[in-house]
């Protein structure tokens, strides 16, 4: 699976748009994007995931560029309980049974 | 909804203790996995299963042994804890190889 970059930590203001960023640039034509988040103190949380169309759920919208070598996740008004660490995974479906979490980006919603 | 229950959120062992996590998922799911996360390391894959009685290595499998009885459980066991094991341990399930990671809720290991 292709590794990710994402930055350790980020802030927004509450009622704000959130923009967090993922590099993929070594990402192969069937890796999908994934995006999951943790709260403080519970179980990660799936968000959203694509292959090189944006999509768009209840919870977020997922932009990836026309090369796939970068991908924004965007929570558009940010609320206090999106604070939580976010995680943006790369792999091919069907290629085995396991998701590699790194180290995410801690995103701190502020009031 | 998907419910991923894991027996205990608090646990504190002794070195050298025999130490079993326990995990239960009602939605029939045929994959399930063992993570354990650590400050500044992420979650890291531990063991995972994919059907009834079959396990696979993750990353980090020295220490530990799972076991996969029925479908709906897949526990960790320590065989004889030690204090570098002190961590969180995190249950997850998926429908086969697509689709989300359901987790539990986290069992958090002290071991003295």
């Known amino acids: 699976d292709a590794k990710t970059t994402q930055p350790p930590s980020m802030d927004c203001a509450e009622g704000r748009a959130a923009n967090l960023p993922c590099n993929h640039s070594?990402?192969?034509?069937?890796?999908?994007v994934y995006w999951y988040r943790q709260i403080h103190s519970q179980g990660p949380q799936y968000i959203i995931h694509?292959?090189?169309n944006n999509e768009t759920n209840e919870m977020a919208s997922l932009i990836i560029t026309e090369d796939r070598k970068s991908s924004t996740l965007i929570l558009p008004h940010a609320t206090l309980r999106d604070t939580a660490v976010y995680y943006c995974?790369?792999?091919?479906?069907?290629?085995?049974?396991?998701?590699?979490f790194g180290k995410g980006t801690s995103l701190l919603v502020t009031p | 909804d998907v419910k991923v229950t894991q027996s205990s959120r608090y646990l504190v062992k002794r070195t050298g203790e025999k130490v079993f996590l326990e995990c239960v998922q009602d939605m029939d799911h045929e994959n399930m996995f063992w993570y354990r996360q650590d400050p500044g390391l992420g979650l890291r894959l531990i063991y995972f299963?994919?059907?009834?009685?079959?396990?696979e290595k993750g990353d980090i499998p020295e220490g530990y042994s799972v076991s996969r009885e029925k479908k709906e459980r897949f526990s960790l066991i320590l065989e004889s804890a030690s204090t570098n094991q002190t961590s969180m341990y995190l249950c997850?399930?998926?429908?086969?190889?697509?689709?989300?990671?359901?987790f539990g809720e986290g069992s958090r290991l002290t071991v003295l």
């Open positions: 694509g292959l090189k």
């Open positions: 997850a399930s998926r429908r086969g190889n697509t689709g989300e990671l359901f």
């Open positions: 070594t990402i192969s034509g069937n890796e999908y």
């Open positions: 299963s994919y059907d009834v009685k079959m396990k």
């Open positions: 995974i790369v792999r091919v479906e069907n290629s085995g049974y396991a998701l590699n």
